[in-house]
């Protein structure tokens, strides 16, 4: 699906079909207004007649812009119309919300489907639009379709050798290169926690390491990812039930090679660094245990209590090797706890981190994207919960309550004195994969932190 932009009003484009916005249900000055009163228009319409979609949105609102753009493409292609026209405001933010919503509104996923969905629609024709914006929506869905495609695919092909091959083409394509640690370079690097976790595995653990780097960087980003491309809950075994959708622990590895894909075909003038630590957390007769003690890259000891809280051991490890790149900021994206989604429920991700102010940046930043997020402070109280008698520090907390901010607290140990105001921490466990259909995400995975993490890459490059 492309998108064309013309010159000419919005009026005068011709299109097979075409979208109408309508405002708090106002049907004064439409030419449909007694077909849409005798159907009783209430939300989404289309008129046969005169092949109008008439779309109402409560107010005028981004969010909103964004959302219905997507709905309105979801119905028009299960219709046989190769063309629409939606009208845009001229408007920079509501204009990129609306062609991110329409171009979303044509995702599927269908590789394991015997019969194919195509997307009926070819073209989405608009009227004074840049064609910059147009690229821009156009290259952060493509990097949203990647994402998602590889959270999609199951544990039976999306293995940690997969993700590592995927990483190599994919870096290919982009011209940016990538480095796959072996197994035998993860023990060189004294990467033990992580290696813990991978044990009872057949598939061998790869840390993924992609570079770009743009003319004149402005500033040094590194993206840590959490790989797990399998999680059964290790000895410490998840119910049945909560193993479904485990392929989606994956979605903060996937989503660094989804944002890292879309800063080099933006082009920005940043060096940025993608780790990801891909592994299954397996059970066997060499797994890892609850009681055993565990030492890090970073030199503390761990005592571990609960194999399933796995993520957070990948990513001290990986956090550790992000450090020796000297970021100017670094953050971690993962499906780290279930208590986050307790408190902020499905579809919000947590930001957390030492520094405020950097807190705030990438929350108005990740907003303006069209992502929900919320802040979840540190604190002195809840660090006690991770203290062990036996170790430095145990992987979880004494209480279930707070799990979020205790498993964000407990990577905060591993980041260097120096490196604490450039940290974020992103819980993305919420969003990243729903079962049913919201905003501009189809069932399944969303692509959850790729939208925010662009948009704040985008921001640095701005002049202040």
Known sequence: MKIKVFKESFERIQADCSVVWV?????????????????????????????ILYVNLAKRDIDLLREEAYKAIKYLNTLSYKSVKIPTFANEQEDYAILLGALSGGYSFDTYK???????????????????????????????????????TPPCDATPSYLAEYSIQEAKNLGIECKILSKKEIESEKMHSLLAVSRASNQEPKVIHLSYKGANPKAKLVFVGKGLTYDSGGLSLKPSDFMVTMKADKSGGCAVLGIISAIAKLRLPLEVHGIIGAVENMIGGNAYKPDDILSSREGKSIEVRNTDAEGRLVLIDCLSYAQDLKPDYLIDIATLTGACVVGLGEYTFG????????????????????????????????????????????????????????????????????NEDKWLHLDIAGPAYVEKEWDINPYGASGAGVRACVEFAISLCEEK
């Open 23 to 51: 405002w708090d249900k106002n049907l004064e000055g439409l030419s449909d207004k007694d077909t849409l009163q005798e159907l009783n228009f209430k939300d989404i319409t289309f008129v046969q007649s005169s092949k």
């Open 351 to 418: 930001i957390m981190g030492h520094n405020e102010e950097l807190k705030s940046a990438f929350e108005r930043e990740a907003l303006q994207s069209g992502e929900l997020v919320a802040k979840l402070p540190f604190n002195s109280h809840i660090r006690k919960l991770i203290d062990s008698k036996i170790a430095d520090i145990c992987n979880v907390s004494s209480t279930r309550y707070g799990g979020a901010i205790s498993a964000g607290m407990f990577l905060g140990e591993f980041i260097r004195k120096e």
């Open 114 to 152: 015997s019969e194919k969905k195509s997307c009926v629609i070819e073209d989405i024709y608009v009227s004074h639009v840049s064609e910059d914006l147009i690229s821009k929506a156009q290259i952060v869905f493509e990097s949203l379709k990647l994402t998602r495609d590889l959270i999609n």
